[in-house]
C-alpha cells in the first residue's frame, strides 16, 4: 500500500520561505517522476512542479524562479524549497507519484500579506 506523508507547512509572511517534505512507502520511490500539487479554497488542485527519475524538473508559470523541487532517493523523500512566498501560495499542497492515484494528506501552507 503506496503511504504519502507531507510536513513543514505552516504560517508565514509574504516574502518568507518553507521547505516541504514528502515521504513515500510501499513504492519503488526512485522509479517515479514525483510531483507536488496544491489546491487554494475554491479552486481546482494543480500541479506546481515535477522531477523525474533522473532529476530533470519541470515549474509551473506561477512558482518559476521561487520554487526548487529536489529528492533525496535513499530517503524516498521529496522536497520543495519555496522562497518569496506570495498570498496567492496560500493552498493545502500535496505530492505524488506521477502516473499513480496515490495521494498524500497533504500540508497547509498560509502566507500572509
Known amino acids: 500500500q503506496v503511504q504519502l506523508v507531507e510536513s513543514g507547512g505552516g504560517l508565514v509572511q509574504a516574502g518568507g520561505s518553507l521547505r516541504l517534505s514528502c515521504v513515500g512507502s510501499?513504492?519503488?520511490?526512485?522509479?517515479?517522476?514525483m510531483a507536488w500539487y496544491r489546491q487554494a479554497p475554491g479552486k481546482e488542485r494543480e500541479r506546481v512542479a515535477y522531477?523525474?527519475?533522473?532529476?530533470?524538473?519541470n515549474y509551473a508559470d506561477a512558482v518559476k524562479g521561487r520554487f526548487t523541487i529536489s529528492r533525496d532517493n535513499a530517503k524516498n523523500t521529496v522536497y520543495l524549497q519555496m522562497n518569496n512566498l506570495k498570498t496567492e501560495d496560500t493552498a493545502v499542497y500535496y505530492c505524488?507519484?506521477?502516473?499513480?492515484?496515490?495521494w498524500g494528506q497533504g500540508t497547509q501552507v498560509t502566507v500572509s500579506s
Open positions: 522531477i523525474n527519475s533522473v532529476g530533470i524538473t
Open positions: 510501499g513504492i519503488l520511490f526512485s522509479i517515479y517522476t
Open positions: 505524488k507519484p506521477m502516473g499513480t492515484s496515490s
